[in-house]
Structure formats: C-alpha cells, structure tokens
C-alpha cells in the first residue's frame, strides 16, 4: 500500500501518538462519556447496555492505541525476526475482561462506572465472544499469541475474519440444532478494518511458459479469478508490559461491486453473484474438529488467508529493498497444523515467479522459513487434497508441488536406492483413493522443525504417522507440550484463587507460572486449604448462578462437581462417562446400591458435536435424554444430577473450569494428541480422571500418581488389543454392571419407552466400539470409586487439589512460546 513520503510534523502533538488520559478515575469517566457521546452517540440517561459497553470498548482501546503504534514503530525500525503465526483458527474469547487486565485498569474502570451508576460486570457480561475457532487448536493459537505479547516476542497471528464463527448449539428436545454465530450483529469494537490495505488474491485459471530477458524458462500463472481481502487489525495486548501485538484477521471481498452491463441489463441477482461469490470465502468457520471434509471452498479459504498473509507480509512489512534471500531472518512462519500448508507452494511461486529466484534459490528460503506443528494422531484428520480440485483452483500451485514431489523422491532414492516401496510411501502424491496432495508430508518436507503437542503425541508422531520421515530426518522432529495462558485461565476466570495465591506467594506467578510451586508447603496448612477451599465455593455458586440465568439449571450445594467438556468426538468418550452415570444410576432404581451410599455428584456436559456427524449428534441426544431422566428420578433423592448447558464456549469455560472438583480426560490413549482443558483444570485445583494419553501423562507425572486418577489401557496395550482383535460384545457378556447399564438403555428407559431410539450409539458400543470405551469400562469405575473415597475425606481432597495447583506451572503457554523460540524460530524478545 503506498503510504506516500514519510511525513515530518511540526506540530508536537502530532508526533506522539494518542495516549488516552486514563490514569485516573475523573480521566476514565470524561473518555467514556465522551466515547459514548461522540461515537455512540447517545447520552448516558438514554444509553443501552450495548451502547455502555462498546464505549467501554473504545476506552480501553484508546488506553492501549499508544502502546500499540509504539510496538509498531519500535519493531518496524529495529528490524528483527518476527513471528507469523499461520492459523485458520483463533478462538480467542471475550477481549474486554482481557484488555482491562493487560491495562491494569479494571479497578479504575470498577469505580469510574461506579460512578456512572453502571456495572463493570454486566457491561462485560454484554461482550459476544469471537469465536473463531473449533477447539483446541483455535485456542492455543489464542494462548499462544497472549504469550507472545506478554513476552515481549514480535509475532503478527494472521488468520480468516469469519463473518460467523462456530455455530450457537441449542436444544430442541434433546437435540443439538444448529444456529448461526451472528457475534457481528452488535458491532465489533475491537477491530481496525483497512481497507485501503486490500491485497488481491487469484484463483484458478492456467499456467503458462515464457522466456525471460537472460533467456532463462519461467512460469506465469494466468488466473481466471480474484478477490480482494481486507485486512481487519485486532490488538494483542501483553500483560503489563506496554506491548500490544497484532491479529490481522482477513476478510474476502469482490474485487467489482457489481457487474455494470449485467445491472443495467435489468438482471440484478446475476450482476451481485460474483460478490457473492467471492465473499462466501470469510462467510463461515467450518464447525469440524479433528475432521475436515475436504470440501472446495475451505481450500479456498486456506489459500486466500495464507495468500493475504504472505503478501501483506512481504509488500508492507519488510522494507521496499529488503533482499528476500535472507526472509528468514525477519519472518518465521509456524504452520498451526496442515490448514495453512499451502503457504509453502505460494512462497515459492512468490520467490520464482514474481522475483525471478531460481528453483533451489527459493527451495533454500522456503525451507528457512517454516515450522509445522502437527495436532493429531487420528488418519482421517490428516488433510490430502484431490489433485483435480487443487489443480483447478491453483494450477500453478500444483505444478510446483509436483516439482517439490519430484525433488523429495529423488533424496529418497538417493539415502534409500532401490528401496522403491520406501519412496512410495513418502511421496506427498498419494494415489488411492484419488490422486490427492498429503499436505502433512508437503509440510514435513519444508518445514526446518515439526513438532507435536505433547510428548507421547511426538513419539506417536514420529513413529506411526511420519515413520519414514522421521528415519530419514531425525533432528527436524521435537516435542512442545501445549500450554494456556495463566492470565485468562487462572487470573482473569478465577478472581479468588488468583488473590489468595498472590497474598501468599506474591503475584509474580502471573508472568512465571513455575512459581505456583511455592505454594507446595500451603498444602499441609489446614488455614490454606480452609481459603483454597472457600475459593472454590465461591466458584461454584458463581457458576451455579451462571446455569440459572443462562440455561435455567439448578445446581445443587454440596456435591462433587464432575465435568466434562470438549468437542463431541468418539475418541473422548463422552459414551464412557455416560456409561459411569447410567450405571450409577442403574444400581440405585434396582436396588444394588443403597442411595445413601451414593456420593452427591453433579456431572456437567458440555460439547458441540460437528453437524454433520450424526454419531456425535446422537450422543449428545443420549445425555440430554439420561440427563432429565437421571435428574428428575425422586429414588436418587437429588445425590445424582446430570446438566447439559448448550453451547459450551470460552465464555462458559472460565465460569466452569473454576468451579469443577474433577476434570474428566478420559480419550482412548494414544487419540487426544494434547489436551489443554486438562491443564486448565488442573491449574484451577480440579483433580484429573484420566487415561494414559496426550499431556495427561506429563499432568500425572508432575502433579503425582498420588494427586491423578488412572485408569485404562496405555498406548502399547491399546495396539496390542487391536492387535488381537477387540471384541466389544465379550465385555458386555462378561460384566453385569456393564450389561446393566446398556441394557437399561436398550429398554427405552430413557427414551420413554422407544426401545431404538439409541441403537446406533449402543450398537456401536457393542458391535464395533473403534475407541474401546467397553475394554476401559471397569477399570473408569474402579477409578471413579478411588475418586470417591478421596473426596469423603475433604482435606485430603483439598490437599491434593493444592498440589494440583502448585505442580502444574509446567503448563503455561509462556513455557510452550520459550520452547518454540529457543528450539525452533530462534527469535529474541525486545528491549
Ligand atoms: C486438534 C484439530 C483440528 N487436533 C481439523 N486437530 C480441524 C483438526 O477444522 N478442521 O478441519 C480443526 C481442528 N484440533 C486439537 O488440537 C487436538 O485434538 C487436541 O488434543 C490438542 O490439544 C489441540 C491443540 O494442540
């Protein structure tokens, strides 16, 4: 974008930026009327809580406006590597509660509402969270970029500006039905749009050769289509420290309004289409997790907000001259999974076709430039795009990944001759079912590091996904364990644990998580456990307050509060813990468990399932229906309460997270890649049920066997059992509790009498069971009798909760940002 000749001003105002005058309550007060007055436009007696809290918005904006042209500038003129963080994803949460606490002016904006005669935590509460992503890996790249900022680390997130984000789930009997996330409808405060920035983005069309002036053969892409994307800026604001990174969030848009003839033509619907057309590309998230469909227009949001990224990137943030033969000295571009791969082809036709580098000239940069995290285990989550489909949108992307192929098979051969079926394998054209680009393989061969999410997901990585890869390029494989932020998860969702850590051990855990570990000695102070304690009850009558308004659920005092929640998928088990909760229940309404004998749960689910995944889907109907039976059953005497809120979501997260006494990660081991509610959890004081899987193993190991509940088969004894053959149906034979429980489902119990309504969910269980939720059933129950014995005895509980918290400091994404800098993107914090 051509920003014309740098400007000199004369006048000293000019040439600092604005700082709003918000050090003091009377300066809080006269920007937020005036915000509200001047871009509201309404004065405070006619106000909406909408209007009150968008100019809220703005004020904290303004607060930070200064610091982040600052970080701009500083970054800009120091010229040092920064961080493009590449994902299709960001769910980053409500911003206000955020920003105010990067600000440290929540207690000034608490009394200057005061004053108002508003109240800080209903204008919060009117935020709609962005929720631009699916799940874990949408929010770790929310975690991830937090910690940059906090960190001082330059890093720009670039991703897609999602008209609507992931679905609002409802219920309509029991159901999950659909509704669009309209989290636009009431403005966006926090976004910078610049259109004027617009970058153009082509698709389709051919390819072409020609002969350059040195008579040298190159390629020319011809395409047939374009759009535009507009970047939307978004601030990133560091804990205290005065550095707002940048989110530039991309959406599409027509490059022409309309088609002028066609309009004048009379035929309006056909001279809008290509709008249309072209904004569909932003319009909507993909609400899969763990499984994308590989359908057209997703390829077409993958290339265009990678497109945009690169461009912006290299147009507007380098310098006019930069030599792009050193790229990797100011950009390391990290792949959040295999959505942006495309990146790669893009840079080299970048490099090749537009700035004249020859082959292995770009092939020599490209390679510097990336590092691809990898997030799942599970074979139909590996991305393999038809090459008749990648071919016709990106002709000139195929070729080169052809080429690339070419390049790979050939080092192959060469480490590997005569070793055909090994460069088979490999090959990043896979030929069956259809010809289609393995865009995990793409991304191994480019990347200078690939690293997993936690330690078993990188050995699992390294030996059952990219075995060859890894034989072939050992020391480009390692492990970052995920982490989260502290500041969202434990300072900003819980208020009161936060104060009593803080009181004891100071608040420089806040920046430095390892240092809950100084409160190890707390554990055995029965005056600690007796406030630790009172935290947490605090929590849940906030939470039990939360379920009343938002979904008219009852929580009752006193019981053990047992969650989960996660995406609906099979390989978590919703249908184990599910099982746990019939069976309970089964014992009780025939007898074989005295009801006084029952410890007083409540478990809490919370899950979206995909819309297309009918299995999900079912599940879900399956808990709500076992729910409202369960909790409406006077012989359980109100000791066993199951609650389904709908649309579990970042914003019901930090409600629940804070309030739970156990956190139930209970995947098949070697399918959950990571895991990161269980870190949240365990940082908030709930003890772990868990299996052997992703970062639960390191949770164990650092928290102690003593403070975790395992249960399950481990990785090897699940290859092992598959191995053999797993027959679901003998578990049914061979366990009554079990039998009693799918049984009970069988007989219509919980489907007034309709003895189908769930076969598919319990046929499925019985006769092919993929997640082994049968063989892990008596071992989940066994370890859930262990989980009651503890809580009977309340300081032991309490003491194990502390130690929770002290051990599992570990999992703070500043831990995770220091491994990637120092391992994998060699970049330096500032100042
Ligand atoms: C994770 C995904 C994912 N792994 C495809 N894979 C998607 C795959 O839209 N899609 O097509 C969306 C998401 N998400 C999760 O990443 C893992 O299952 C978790 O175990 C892990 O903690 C998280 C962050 O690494």
Redesign the pocket.
Known sequence: RDLGPARTPTHPVATAPVNGPLFSVDGFVKEFIHELNTAQGVALARSSVNDQYLALARTVKNYLMARWLDTNRKTREAKVKTVGYLS??YLLGRQLGNALLASDLNEIADKGLELCGLDLVTLRNQEVEPGLG?????R?AACFIDSLATMNVPCIGYGIRYEYGIFRQTFVDGRQVEQPDTWLALGSPWEFPHPDASVQVNFGGHTEKYRDADGKERTHWLPDWNVLGVPYNYMVPGYLNGRVNTLRLWSAQATKAFDLPTFNAGDYAQAVRAQTFAENISKVL?P??????GKELRLQQQYFFVACSLRDFIDNELEDDFDLHHLDERIILQLN?T?PVIAVPELMRILMDEKGFDWDEAWAVTTKCFAY?C??LLPE?L?VWPTELLGRLLPRHLEIIYAINEQLLEEVREAYPGDELRARRMSIIAEFPERGVRMAYLATYAATKVNG?AALHSQLLRDKVLPDFSEMWPDRFTNVT?GVTPRRFVKMANPKLSELISDTIGGGWVTDLERLRELEPFADDPDFRAQFAAAKDWNKRRLAEVLRKRDGIDLPDGHLLDVMVKRLHEYKRQSLKLLHVVSLYEQVISGKLPVDQLTPRTVVFGAKAAPGYKMAKDTIHLINRVAATVSADPRLEGRLKVAFPANYNVTLAEKLIPAADLSEQISLAGM?????GNMKFALNGALTIGTDD??NVEIRELVGDKHFFLFGMNEPQVAELGAKGYNPESYYEDNPQLKAALDLVLSGHFSGGDQHLFDAVVYNLLNSDRFMALADFQSYVDAQARVEERYADTDAWTRSAVLNVARSGFFSSDRSMREYIQRIWHTQPMM
Request: charged share 20%; hydrophobic share 25%; glycine share 16%.
């Open positions: 299709a994803e699916n799940g874990g890996l949408g770790l993909y899969e997790d763990s499984t994308p469909q999974d959505h995290t997030h799942t989550a991305e999410v995920n959950e890649a990571s895991g990161t992703g970062a």
